[in-house]
Nanobody
Framework: LVQLEESGGAPVQSGGSLRLSCAAS????????LAWFRQATGKEREGVAA???????TYADSVKGRFSISHDGTKKMFYLQMNDLKPEDTARYYC????????????????????WGQGTQVTVSS
């Protein structure tokens, strides 16, 4: 029903920037909410940024002021702009979506999201 594909991950030096993209393929239902999660080696997956159906954004404390979530207006492309990257941002980044509902909040918990991409690797060196 919905396919998500991330891109834009790369090796980068500390202090650098990257923009991740999430392409949503959906022909019937629309994306209601979208979030970015990340999982570092040996750690649990954590929510990084979320975009609610009313446009409200939510960020994890660790990325506030450095990361920004957005979409292209059609809700077919979503972005995560990451600035001032730190080695602790090293992880595989995933986009996840809630589809076909009138309202959803921008949750940083995994449970509400029922569609996930395969992830893209971000590696930040010091």
């Amino acid at each position: 029903l919905v396919q998500l594909e991330e891109s834009g991950g790369a090796p980068v030096q500390s202090g650098g920037s990257l923009r991740l993209s999430c392409a949503a393929s959906t022909h019937i239902v629309s994306i209601s909410c979208l979030a970015w999660f990340r999982q570092a080696t040996g750690k649990e997956r954590e929510g990084v940024a979320a975009l609610a159906s009313d446009g409200v954004t939510t960020y994890a404390d660790s990325v506030k002021g450095r990361f920004s979530i957005s979409h292209d207006g059609t809700k077919k492309m979503f972005y995560l702009q990451m600035n001032d990257l730190k080695p602790e941002d090293t992880a595989r980044y995933y986009c996840a979506a809630i589809v076909g509902v009138d309202y959803c909040s921008g949750s940083l918990w995994e449970r509400p999201y029922n569609y996930w991409g395969q992830g893209t690797q971000v590696t930040v060196s010091s």
